[in-house]
C-alpha cells in the first residue's frame, strides 16, 4: 500500500531564506507525482508536476525534484516571502489505472517578514 | 475556461441526516474523483468516475456514502445518517485522462470544496 509522508509538519522561517520541503513515497511504481499549495480554508492549487520519466520541474523560484528509485521528492522554495506562507502538500499517483493521489499530510509553512 | 466548481461551499446539519454534495467538472474532462480532507489531513480518495460508472469506489468508507455520475458530468456525493465523524471538507477533481494516441494524461484539476459540519 503506498504510503506518503511529508517532513517537516511545519516550519517556520524569515523571509528571504531559501527552503526544502520533503516528500518520500514507499512504492517507487508512480505514475507522477505533484506538489500543491493549500491556503487556509481553501481549495489546492497545483504547482508543479513531475512525470515519473523526469528528474524535475522548474516555476518560478520553485523548484520540484523526483528520485523515484529512493522513493523521494524535493519542493526547492528560493527567497521566501510572506506570501509564501501555506500547506504545502505533495501527491503520487498510482499506476493501478484508476490515477489516483495519494496524499501527504503536508507542510505548513510561515514565512515571517 | 470554467474550472471545477462544487455546490454549497459550506453545509451544516444535524446528525442523522441526509446530504448531497455537488461536483460541476470541467467541461469534456471524462475522468471525476471525489476525496475527503479532514482537519489537518491531506485528502484521501473516495470514489472515481470514468465516464457514467463508477470504475474504483474503494475509498468510500461504508454504506452510508454512494455517488453517481448519471450523464457523465455532474456528479453528486450522497450522505445518508450523517454522523459527526463525517465532517470533513469534500474535494472533487476532474481530468482529461487520456489524450488521443498518447500515453494517459492525467493531470486532476481539484474544486473549492464543499466544508461539511455535521452537528
Known amino acids: 500500500k503506498q504510503e506518503v509522508t511529508q517532513i517537516p509538519a511545519a516550519l517556520s522561517v524569515p523571509e528571504g531564506e531559501n527552503l526544502v520541503l520533503n516528500c518520500s513515497f514507499t512504492?517507487?511504481?508512480?505514475?507522477?507525482l505533484q506538489w500543491f499549495r493549500q491556503d487556509p480554508g481553501k481549495g489546492l492549487t497545483s504547482l508543479l508536476l513531475i512525470q515519473s520519466s523526469q528528474r524535475e520541474q522548474t516555476s518560478g523560484r520553485l523548484n520540484a525534484s523526483l528520485d523515484k528509485s529512493s522513493g523521494r521528492s524535493t519542493l526547492y522554495i528560493a527567497a521566501s516571502q510572506p506570501g509564501d506562507s501555506a500547506t504545502y502538500l505533495c501527491a503520487v499517483v498510482v499506476t493501478s489505472g484508476t490515477y489516483k493521489y495519494i496524499f501527504g499530510t503536508g507542510t505548513r509553512l510561515k514565512v515571517l517578514a | 475556461g470554467a474550472g471545477v466548481s462544487q455546490t454549497p461551499s459550506n453545509k451544516v446539519t444535524e446528525k442523522g441526516k441526509y446530504v448531497e454534495l455537488r461536483c460541476d467538472p470541467i467541461?469534456?474532462?471524462?475522468?471525476l474523483y471525489w476525496y475527503r480532507q479532514s482537519l489537518g489531513q491531506g485528502p484521501e480518495f473516495l470514489i472515481y468516475?470514468?465516464?457514467?460508472?463508477?470504475?474504483?469506489d474503494s475509498g468510500l468508507p461504508n454504506d452510508r456514502f454512494f455517488a453517481v455520475r448519471p450523464e457523465g458530468s455532474v456528479s453528486t456525493l450522497k450522505i445518508q445518517r450523517t454522523e459527526r465523524g463525517d465532517s470533513a471538507v469534500y474535494l472533487c477533481?476532474?481530468?482529461?485522462?487520456?489524450?488521443?494516441?498518447?500515453?494517459?494524461?492525467?493531470?486532476?484539476?481539484f474544486g473549492p470544496g464543499t466544508r461539511l459540519t455535521v452537528l
Open positions: 468516475f470514468q465516464g457514467t460508472g463508477a470504475a474504483d
Open positions: 512504492d517507487s511504481a508512480i505514475y507522477n
Open positions: 467541461s469534456g474532462h471524462t475522468a
Open positions: 477533481a476532474s481530468s482529461l485522462m487520456f489524450l488521443a494516441g498518447g500515453p494517459p494524461y492525467n493531470e486532476q484539476f
